[in-house]
Structure formats: structure tokens, C-alpha cells
């Protein structure tokens, strides 16, 4: 029976449950919500799914035909439910990227005075890339240091690069950070990754010290996702928001990733224990270590100037049409790849097509209903696979200034495997979306928990972070694994199935067995977290304690 009343609230969207979600969030009128039209449905995120990870559209990468026909289809679908084009009269942002292809010309080789060299084969031992505009890279007999985690931190009062000179060297560095490590709360986020832990990060801060080549220590659990992941990423051409200086400054001549085994086998060849070294990096007081042994490795990078696309719409505000609520999702995959069991199409069904169809629905959904006080903006990023760009371009280029934009909302990766009793908030602590998702939940009578991989550190590795960043209250939850039907155990099997088998491979594809029922649940949450800021005057607020409270502040004039 209670599974029965749940799917009913859950998918039929009475108004009796919609006036009580208005009740428990800051207030909407009662007229309008009872004029409300009906809630998205999973039938019609499948329609879109189908479309948008079909063969037909390669994979989606930027700058392809897939990225054509990706931005083709969504304003296509803006332009049938009503959206205003908000760029000049166009649904398109320009977003500049470089594109380089880069692949090592052959092994990487470590050597030292104590062992045979080492030879580490491109993609099956280590990936390697440039991000620098440069016809070749050579490092040869280059010197290396261990640096830990690789983070200069100075409110957690560490600092891995404290008293040794990296620059023209290769650094070594371990993956996500020292509070994983140790499961010591008080380190860093404890068990949750924080922005310190994130691989992007680290190369950024290899850079800032002179590093000529950066190098992670990839394991399975500390980064989140396995070898093949990294494998595959690293080997399709990379895009990149190049700066003014081409890279030369802003990017180490190298980066990549080795294979833990392949770690170990260079640690030892230096005379040294890995789990040793490993154990004492995430402790404070670690002094980086030079390493007595040279690496060589060399690249031939192509480019080009690809220009692409996001693709905004907007619903202009009746009373306060310069006050803006924004949702997003980002429409791009990883395009054609490294052929797994014969499919070289990265189809990015639920990564990100569910997202976009989820955005296009949601939109619809407005569009039927009232006009709203606030402008609605719903914006489809490009290149969130390469690093956030096209969030990261719309942050620095926003259609509404960051003291204008009321609030943001992600949808990345629906569920696919149905209803479940739980939503996950993905970060937290952070702002007071949290306490309006735990109203909704009370009112739905759904668990709202933490990740259950925090340490992966997901509210790092999606859009709304860049929005964050400049001090943007965002949220960002999804469906749990608590299933109605199956229950946890089959849900938590479930997702690390996913991970496993299908996360950045061909076959995250779309099929008709999909079970996107806890899906629409997800875009029908959003929109009765986002209804009350686009028909109200609230504005969230960061907790005191969040990272991105001073951005706000400062944009706010505080």
C-alpha cells in the first residue's frame, strides 16, 4: 500500500501533494499550483534518450557532426515549447576551445642507477598528453620528485610542494586527498573528496610550480572509477578553454596518469616502498621526496580551433524579468573511441542524454503553466566531459551577472533502474537548497541521505560546480538506491554495475528496458525546488561554513 501511494504522489502529481510541497517550501501561490499541468514522465525522457544516444549522433562530441545534430535537436525542441532565444536571438553561446590530439610516440622509460629501466606502454601502463600548443614535446632524462598529494593549502596548513624546487622536473603525485586517506574528519573533508582531491586540480597546481611533467598514481577507489575510464578518456582528443598564453604558462609540457602497479615498480626501482611512501604523504609534515630517476617521453600534438556551442532558452519573468533561476545539464559525450567489444560509439545515454531530455521536459513543463515572476533560464553545456568547459565558459561569460542569478540546479546521469525511497544530495553542507531537498523529502516521505561514495568527490566533476565557484547557490541530487522494488543491496549492486561496465564505455546506450520512472521523479523534484524561487523573492544563502560564500558575498556587495 505504501508503495502504491508513493508511486501515485511520485508520478500522477496530485494537487493535493503539490499544495503540501508549497506549504513546506517558501510559498507559492495556491491558485497557481493548483492550475499546474501534468508532471514530466518516463516515457517521455525515453523519446529523447532514444534520439539523443543513437547511433545517428555519434557520441556527441564537440566540434563533430555529433555536436551538429546534438545542438540541432535541442533548439529544435526549445523552439517547439516556447523558449525565448536568449543570445542575440539565438539559442547559441559560442564557447572557443582548442582541441589536441596528442598520443605518446612510445613508451614512457624511467630509469635509475639501481634497476633495469622501466618501459610503461601508452594506454595499458600510462596515459600521457600535452594541453600546450606546441608542434612536439620532449622530455628526456628528466629528474622526479614524489610530492604526496600534490596540494598547497594554506587553510588546512598544508602544503606538499613546501621546500623543494619541482620546476622543469616531473612530479608524481597521489590521487584524491589526504582526508581519504586517513578517514580522519577533522583532515581536509575526512572521507569526502574536496576540491584538493580532484585530478584537475592537481595538474593546475604542478603547473603553478614550474612542473614540466605531472604524473597521478591511478587506484580504482581513490579516484572513483577504474583504469579503463582514465584509459579511454586520455586517448581521445582533449579539448580545452586555451588561454591567452597558449598554455606554455598555465599547463605543465606533460600530464597523465600510471597504473598502481606500474607506481609500485617505479618506487622500487628508486630504492623505495610505495605503501611507505603513500602512508607517510597523507600525514602532516610529509616533505615532498626527490626520486633518483630520470623520466623520457615524448609527444606529437595536433590542434585545431573548434568553436562550440551552449544551447540557452529562457522563460522571461513577468515581475522581475532581470532576476534569474537557472537549470542545466550537459548534452555533450565522449564521440567515437577505442572500439570495446566492436562499438567505437561512446553513445553518453544516461551521461548525459537522460540530463538534456530531462532539461527539455522540464522546460515543457514551465511553458504549460503559468508565466513565472523570475526568468527561467535552462542552458545545455558543452564539454563537461573535458573539464566543465561550457559551464566554466558561461560562468566567466554569463547572460545574468552572478548577484542576479538567484539560484542553479544540475541534472547529470537520471536514474535508470526506477523508483527508490532515497534521494542522495551530492556535496552537502553547503547552501540552503539543502533544507528546502529535505522538505521535499519529508513531504514525499523519502530518505534523504549523503553520498555513499563521497570520496569520489562528484560535486567537483559536474556543471553546477563552476557556478559554485562564482558564487552561484547551486544543488545537485538524484535518486538513491533504495529501491521500491528490489530494495538497497540490488540498488547499490546496481550503480556499481554501472561504474564498472558502462560509465564512459559504448555501452552506456539507450534500450527500451530502461526504467526511467525514478528519473522523471528526479525532474519533477527539480522543479518543485525551483517553482518557489521563480515565483517568489527568496534567495538562498550559503551556510556560513561553505567554500563559496565569500564569492557570493563579494558578488553581493557584502
Known amino acids: 500500500m505504501r508503495t502504491h501511494t508513493r508511486r501515485a504522489r511520485l508520478l500522477k502529481g496530485t494537487a493535493a501533494l503539490a499544495l503540501a510541497v508549497a506549504m513546506a517550501l517558501p510559498a507559492v501561490a495556491a491558485d497557481k ?13 525515453s523519446d529523447h534518450i532514444r534520439i539523443l544516444a543513437s547511433d545517428d549522433f555519434q557520441g556527441r562530441k564537440p566540434g563533430t557532426e555529433g555536436e551538429a545534430k546534438a545542438i540541432a535537436y535541442i533548439q529544435d525542441q526549445f523552439k517547439k515549447i516556447g523558449l525565448t532565444p536568449a543570445v542575440d536571438g539565438s539559442y547559441l553561446q559560442d564557447v572557443p576551445l582548442t582541441e589536441i590530439v596528442s598520443k605518446a610516440d612510445g613508451p614512457m622509460v624511467i630509469t635509475g642507477p639501481k634497476a633495469e629501466p622501466l618501459s610503461l606502454a601508452y594506454f595499458s601502463d600510462m596515459i600521457v598528453w600535452t594541453r600546450q600548443r606546441t608542434p612536439h614535446v620532449q622530455v628526456k632524462d ?88 582514465v584509459a579511454n578518456g586520455g586517448s581521445i582528443p582533449k579539448l580545452t578553454l586555451m588561454p591567452a598564453d597558449g598554455g606554455l604558462k598555465s599547463r605543465s609540457a606533460v600530464e597523465g596518469w600510471i597504473q598502481l602497479d606500474q607506481a609500485k ?21 610529509f616533505k615532498a621526496v ?17 568553436i562550440s556551442h551552449n544551447v540557452i532558452g529562457t522563460i522571461p519573468g513577468a515581475k522581475h524579468p532581470d532576476e534569474m533561476v537557472l537549470v542545466g545539464a550537459h548534452w555533450d559525450h565522449l564521440g567515437i573511441g577505442p572500439a570495446i567489444d566492436g562499438d567505437t560509439i561512446y553513445h553518453g545515454a544516461m551521461d548525459n542524454a537522460s540530463g538534456v531530455a530531462g532539461l527539455i521536459e522540464l522546460a515543457k513543463r514551465y511553458t504549460k503553466g503559468p508565466k513565472p515572476d523570475r526568468t527561467l533560464l535552462f ?27 538567484v539560484a542553479g540546479f544540475n541534472m547529470d546521469m537520471l536514474s535508470s533502474v526506477g523508483l527508490t525511497r532515497d534521494i542522495v544530495l551530492v556535496g552537502g553542507r553547503k547552501s540552503d537548497l539543502e533544507d528546502r531537498l529535505k522538505a521535499w523529502t519529508d513531504a514525499h516521505m523519502m530518505a534523504l541521505n549523503p553520498e555513499p561514495f563521497p570520496e ?79 515565483f517568489g523573492t527568496d534567495w538562498p544563502k550559503w551556510y556560513d561554513k561553505a567554500e563559496f560564500k565569500a564569492a557570493r558575498d563579494k558578488s553581493m556587495g557584502k
Not at 290 to 306: A, F, H, N, Q, W
Open 33 to 45: 499550483v493548483t492550475k499546474d499541468v501534468a508532471p514530466v514522465t518516463a516515457q517521455a525522457l
Open 290 to 306: 626527490p626520486l633518483p630517476l630520470k623520466m623520457s617521453v615524448g609527444i606529437t600534438p595536433t590542434e585545431r580551433d573548434v
Open 456 to 534: 569520489r568527490g562528484y560535486y567537483y566533476r559536474s556543471d553546477h560546480f563552476n557556478l559554485a565557484k562564482v558564487g552561484i547557490p547551486v544543488i545537485y541530487a538524484h535518486s538513491g538506491i533504495d529501491s521500491v522494488a528490489h530494495g538497497a543491496e540490488w540498488g547499490k549492486a546496481k550503480e556499481d554495475e554501472f561504474t564498472r561496465l558502462h560509465y564512459h564505455q559504448p555501452s552506456d546506450k539507450w534500450s527500451p528496458d530502461l526504467d526511467l520512472s525514478g528519473g522523471a521523479m528526479e525532474v519533477n523534484m527539480i522543479y518543485d525546488l525551483s517553482r518557489p524561487l521563480a
Open 142 to 229: 628528466n629528474d622526479m620528485v614524489f610530492v604526496g598529494y600534490g596540494i598547497t593549502a594554506p587553510e588546512f596548513g598544508w602544503d606538499d610542494y613546501a621546500g623543494v624546487d619541482v620546476r622543469g622536473k616531473t612530479v608524481v603525485i597521489l590521487v584524491n586527498d589526504p582526508g581519504y586517506a586517513t578517514g580522519d574528519p577533522k583532515l581536509f573533508g575526512g572521507g569526502a573528496m574536496t576540491w584538493y582531491g580532484r585530478w584537475i586540480y592537481k595538474f593546475e597546481e604542478a603547473a603553478r610550480h614550474g612542473a614540466t611533467a605531472a604524473i597521478i598514481v591511478h587506484e580504482t577507489r581513490a579516484a572513483g572509477y577504474p583504469w579503463g575510464v
Open 379 to 405: 542552458i545545455a553545456y558543452t564539454a563537461e566531459e573535458q573539464g566543465l568547459l561550457g559551464s566554466e565558459y558561461y560562468a566567466q561569460h554569463p547572460l545574468f551577472a552572478p548577484n542576479k542569478t
Open 265 to 285: 615498480a617505479l618506487f622500487q626501482a628508486a630504492g623505495l616502498d610505495f605503501n611507505t611512501l603513500k602512508d607517510s604523504a597523507a600525514r602532516r609534515g
